[in-house]
């Protein structure tokens, strides 16, 4: 049974950081895509960031370019998601997502593995 496992969430100011796990379980990843996706209060899951394996090439949202850099653990079944001068507008809620397709893609539906969530909250 595949399972995602997400940490790191919390209350910060404008401006700090948060640096975001997953722990993932149950198969293999080292070749599959995996993602943070998040998710506002009253808004769709958007994409936020993505990469195949560690060191391979990472895809971000334009909301966060620059900010937010996607990595993962040697043994790849880690992903993490280090997230700098943080925005009020980047509150939400964060998934870690897994795919068995080795194309990386911003579409929730290309995912079939989710974590349960962890809120990052960001005060003005």
């Known amino acids: 049974q595949v399972q995602l496992v997400e940490s790191g969430g919390g209350l910060v100011q404008a401006g700090g950081s948060l640096r975001l796990s997953c722990a993932a379980s149950g198969r293999t990843f080292s070749n599959s895509a995996m993602g943070w996706f998040r998710q506002a209060p009253g808004k769709e899951r958007e994409f936020v960031a993505g990469m195949i394996s560690r060191g391979g090439l990472a895809t971000y949202a334009d909301s966060v370019k620059g900010r937010f850099t996607i990595s993962r653990g040697n043994a790849q079944n880690t992903v993490y998601l280090q997230m700098n001068s943080l925005k009020p507008e980047d509150t939400a809620v964060y998934y870690c997502?897994?795919?068995?397709?080795?194309?990386?893609?911003?579409?929730?539906?290309?995912?079939?593995?989710w974590g349960q969530g962890t809120q990052v909250t960001v005060s003005s």
């Open positions: 997502a897994a795919s068995q397709s080795r194309i990386l893609t911003m579409r929730t539906r290309d995912y079939d593995s």
